[in-house]
């Protein structure tokens, strides 16, 4: 008796376990990926960039246009969708994050213009904002691949020329080739480890005179 008892115990709270974990899923109330160490709030200094670098590519991949609602950060993945508040008047504007940066100490995000001008941040340079996280609209945060791509040829000689240049000073320097239906391009790139070793040699790169652009393979 005391056996079957026990038995109709467990089974009504493995049903239980069951019954809670389902609500939750359809509740939404799952465990939710964290973006920043403190969840998916951020708050800091954000700055903008606009017309010098459009036209140019990003991180991602894409061209930036500064008449897009966009932004650089340095920690969330790319494809990120966030709502940033300029603390100072209310104003919010949700953005794509599709670069990375800023490169100066103590700021958080570089907007693109558009993003600027929304949230009225024009004329200041920088303000003041808090950044959250789209979770159900972004994708979750990985560990990606970084490498700093330094120059992009269509001969290769020159790609050749640039490697050499680099590898006196620097390791991991590599020659990719990328084939469009038009082109053939010779990319050299440098190899590094976490995304801070990547801002790091982007900066003593472009102390030395070079045009570091991070990349990421997710």
């Keep these: 008796m005391e056996s079957r008892r026990y038995r109709l115990a467990v ?9 809670c974990l389902g609500l939750a899923f359809i509740s939404g109330c799952r465990v939710r990926p964290q973006y920043f160490p403190e969840g998916n709030v951020q708050t800091g200094e954000a700055s903008w960039y606009g017309a010098e670098f459009h036209g140019r590519l990003t991180s991602s991949r894409e061209i930036y246009d500064m008449n897009d609602l966009t932004a650089a950060h340095n920690t969330l993945p790319l494809g990120t969708y966030v709502i940033v508040t300029n603390l100072s008047n209310g104003r919010s504007v949700v953005v794509r994050i599709n670069d990375r940066g800023p490169f100066v100490k103590g700021r958080v995000i570089d907007l693109s213009y ?9 004329g200041p340079g920088t303000a003041r904002v808090r950044i959250e996280v789209l979770p159900k609209a972004s994708p979750p945060p990985s560990a990606p691949k970084f490498f700093v791509q330094v120059g992009s040829f269509i001969v290769k000689e020159n790609a050749e020329a640039l490697r050499r240049e680099l590898e006196k000073n620097m390791a991991g320097v590599y020659i990719t080739r990328f084939t469009t239906t038009q082109q053939v391009y010779y990319r050299v790139r440098i190899r590094a480890k976490t995304r801070e070793s990547a801002q790091e040699l982007a900066r003593e790169l472009a102390a030395r005179g070079y045009t570091a652009i991070i990349f990421e393979d997710e």
Excluded: P, Q, W
Excluded at 13 to 18: H, K, Q, V
Excluded at 114 to 122: N, Q, S, T, Y
């Design 11 to 19: 089974g009504f709270r493995c049903c239980l376990i069951f019954i």
């Design 114 to 122: 558009a993003a600027a001008r929304a949230l009225d941040m024009i």
